[in-house]
């Protein structure tokens, strides 16, 4: 398994680094402090000059590939641009390569008709939009998208939607205008997979109303933070279906495999990251005598975290390169593989760097804390690991049993 990075994509890696370097890195306290102050619930102004100062160098929407939106790479030429951002908590908004926006985006790139592309992916890919994904659903198990309640009926020339969901990320942004709502169209579909429909809703449709902002682990992520929302009789125009009734399981896995593996690729970066943390603390602190660095178990973890992370970004990559060479239909196992495995390798190597910095560690003051809670929640997001492993023996079962 052999990985050879393209001439383009060391260009990128270079341009990428520096800018993390020299404007990424050394405002991260500035951004925390402008969000701590006054009111949480609105954009940071360095954020915003720092997206300028991208987008003047072309370091923006790098996860998309098709050049006539993005810059043109495939998933295995994102993986180590995703992963260097992924080091910084700010960075992916910066460069327009943030969750749910890519997601989002990919989906209007894909599905969209040219309306919903002028309306709604122009300005998402320009940045001065920010949008919202509705899937997740208090009252069920919405890891599998067959059991949501949510209505979207055809009345005259509109849908009406009705239902709860929660968890809809970046829906406190006050810079969110669009989400993407999925419901059902059809519950008596016999095919329980033709049941579901995707359709665009404008945050400023009546109808809506924002119920409480969620934390996760006591962060409120403001100013994107995570939503539970109701809405009730929401009224949008026929013409905002995405793709026609009965699609929207199918949207589902198509916007899902790329937003998996970026999430595995940029905690890659947050553990990298972290484990540099760790090797700073354990050099400069001292403890019985000696820097606790000479403690044989402190050279044990970061041996361990060292193999986890190599492992972790191997297979990342490989997964990448199978997405590209077969589509992701085919590297389904693969996705699901480092589903599991980059969450729980993040949470092993962060866990650890917060341990060998005392109780510094679950403070606020080396990120680590909010690092944890970030890569824990990434062990439900896009689907709990237990989905995944089933999926993954399901699959093996499949391919070992088929051979004989």
């Known amino acids: 398994m052999l990985f050879d990075i393209s001439d383009k994509t060391q260009d990128l890696i270079g341009k990428l680094q520096s800018f993390m370097d020299v404007e990424v890195y050394p405002n991260e306290s500035v951004i925390s ?19 300028e100062k991208a987008r003047a160098v072309k370091l923006w929407n790098l996860f998309l590939p098709d050049s006539e939106f993005g810059a043109g790479l495939t998933n295995f030429e994102y993986a180590p641009l995703c992963e260097i951002m992924g080091r910084s908590f700010y960075a992916p908004e910066i460069f327009n390569c943030s969750a749910p926006d890519t997601g989002n985006m990919e989906v209007l790139v894909r599905y969209g008709s040219d309306q919903q592309k002028k309306e709604w992916l122009e300005p998402l890919l320009a940045g001065t939009i920010r949008s919202a994904f509705a899937m997740t659903e208090p009252g069920v198990a919405s890891s599998d998208a067959r059991n949501i309640e949510s209505s979207i009926s055809l009345k005259g020339d509109d849908y009406v939607i009705n239902g709860r969901k929660w968890w809809i990320s970046g829906a406190g942004d006050p810079r969110c205008k669009i989400l993407i709502f999925m419901g059902k169209t059809d519950a008596d579909n016999p095919d329980t997979y033709r049941q579901q429909s995707m359709i665009l809703v404008p945050m400023e449709t009546p109808g809506i109303e924002i119920n409480r902002m969620l934390p996760v682990f006591g962060y409120d992520d403001a100013p994107h933070g995570h939503a539970e929302m109701t809405f009730k009789d929401v009224r ?3 013409s905002n279906i995405l793709l026609g009734e009965g699609r929207g399981f199918e949207i589902a896995q198509g916007r899902l495999g790329p937003g998996r593996i970026h999430h595995c690729m940029r905690l890659v970066g947050v553990a990298e990251r972290a484990l540099e943390a760790m090797c700073q603390r354990v050099t400069d602190r001292v403890a019985f005598g000696k820097p ?7 050279q044990e973890r970061i041996a361990e975290s060292r193999i986890a992370i190599d492992q972790a970004r191997l297979l990342t990559l490989h997964a990448a390169r199978k997405m590209d060479e077969v589509g992701n239909k085919a590297a389904r196992k693969e996705i699901a593989m480092i589903k599991v495995v980059a969450p729980n390798m ?12 005392g109780g510094g560690g679950v403070s606020d003051d080396f990120g680590l804390a909010k690092a944890y809670a970030h890569a824990r929640t990434l062990r439900l997001a896009d689907g709990p690991d237990e989905v995944h492993r089933n999926q993954i023996g399901r699959i093996e079962l499949s391919e070992q049993t088929s051979q004989k």
């Open 346 to 357: 993040a949470c092993k190597v962060i866990d650890w760097a917060i341990q060998a910095h």
């Open 33 to 51: 402090g402008e969000i701590d102050e006054g009111d949480r619930w609105q954009p940071s102004d360095t954020i915003e000059k720092l997206k």
């Open 292 to 298: 606790i660095a000479e403690q044989t178990v402190t």
């Open 236 to 238: 949008v125009p026929a």
